[in-house]
């Protein structure tokens, strides 16, 4: 047993992984999902009218309340299969789909959106500063980009995101990387963004009160949250050290 005291998942490649769970992804009660609900929405603020791209969007849990909200939106994500789920939902068509790997520099020319957010997918990208500075280079100098990423300290704790295959009944991960706080820092910082809002939330009782399956997240720190602008913070403070793991 791992420290989260559940049998150790398969690990199959990202976009693989997340063709397989689009099916079940929005039927499933997610404790990280429950959180982020509560914290992210008020940092980003009314979208009315604005350019907002979705990166990493899945099945489209936050682009369709950016279309309700009034905003243009663009959607961006590699699985086949998540993207299906978001095209099911029914303001699917007032949203402009990219299939993408983000791996990949963007395909958007720069200063193209006034808020570019991305909800729980940077846990899945080696070397997360080079999409930061991706993120950077597309949104308009009086933007901003807008984070959410599960905790690393969940990975150091044995959990990433997984789901049980209801058609094997194996517990099934799309790879994750193994990046820190610091990589994610270092990575707006290097691209000459000044860190807005940073913070770190504990799952509670509150969250499992709607989300019995969490309870055993109690007191663990399972989200951060990052807001990014336009302009550097001190030199003093524009490199983190990595953990010594
Ligand atoms: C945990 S889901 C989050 C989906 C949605 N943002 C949400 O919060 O409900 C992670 C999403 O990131 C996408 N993703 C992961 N790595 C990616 C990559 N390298 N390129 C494009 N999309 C990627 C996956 O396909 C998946 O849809």
Redesign the pocket.
Known sequence: MNPADEPLAEVVP??EG?DRWAEIYDDEQNPL?VLEERYFPPLLGDVRGVDVV?I????G??TIPLVRGGARVTA????DG?IARAKRRPEWREVRFVE????QPLPFAAASFDRVVS???LD??ERPGRLIGELGRVCRPDGFVLLSIMHPAMMLRGVQ?RFLDPESGVKIA?RSAANEIADYINGALAAGLRIDHFSEHRFDEEAATNCPRGEKYIGWPILMLMRLREGELAPCHRRVERAPF
Do not use: E, K, N, Q
């Open positions: 990202t976009r997340y999902v979705d990493g969007c899945g099945t849990r936050g961006v994500d590699f699985s998540m993408h790997d983000l791996h909800r729980l997918v899945h990208i995101a799309p």
